[in-house]
């Protein structure tokens, strides 16, 4: 009978002492999963705020070189001439130039329009050109 009690003893120390180990163990191992998530989260949006940061800064210097381009053009001697040949011929070599965008028109202050593709149109009523 003494076997089975020093053998009962030994298995409660030996479970008393995993469990004294393991508690410390799974202990840290939360705390550290805590602040390594907390960490990543942290790194992860300053990275992204980094990224719209440069996309947006990207997004403004495209729409600033096309306004700069659409300016430039609208000083041009051939706008300005009024005649419909060289203005097709003009929107037909920008069209070439700028293949992102889908159509150019010029428009009269008749509200008459002469597009890219070649046609005209009549915007004279529409609201944008009020």
Do not use: C, H
């Amino acid at each position: 009978m003494q076997k089975q009690q020093s053998g009962g003893i030994s298995r409660k120390l030996l479970a008393w002492f995993l469990i004294l180990a393991l508690v410390p163990v799974i202990s840290v191992g939360a705390i550290n999963y805590l602040n390594v998530r907390n960490q990543l989260t942290k790194t992860t949006q300053e990275q992204l705020l980094i990224m719209s940061r440069m996309t947006s800064r990207a997004i403004e210097n495209w729409l600033e070189e096309k306004i700069s381009r659409i300016q430039a053009l609208a000083r041009d001697p051939v706008l300005l001439s009024g005649e419909d040949r060289k203005i097709f011929g003009l929107l037909e070599f920008v069209a070439g130039l700028n293949p992102e965008v889908e159509m150019f028109f010029f428009a009269g202050p008749d509200g008459k329009a002469l597009l890219s593709s070649g046609g005209t149109v009549n915007i004279r009523d529409m609201d944008y050109y009020q």
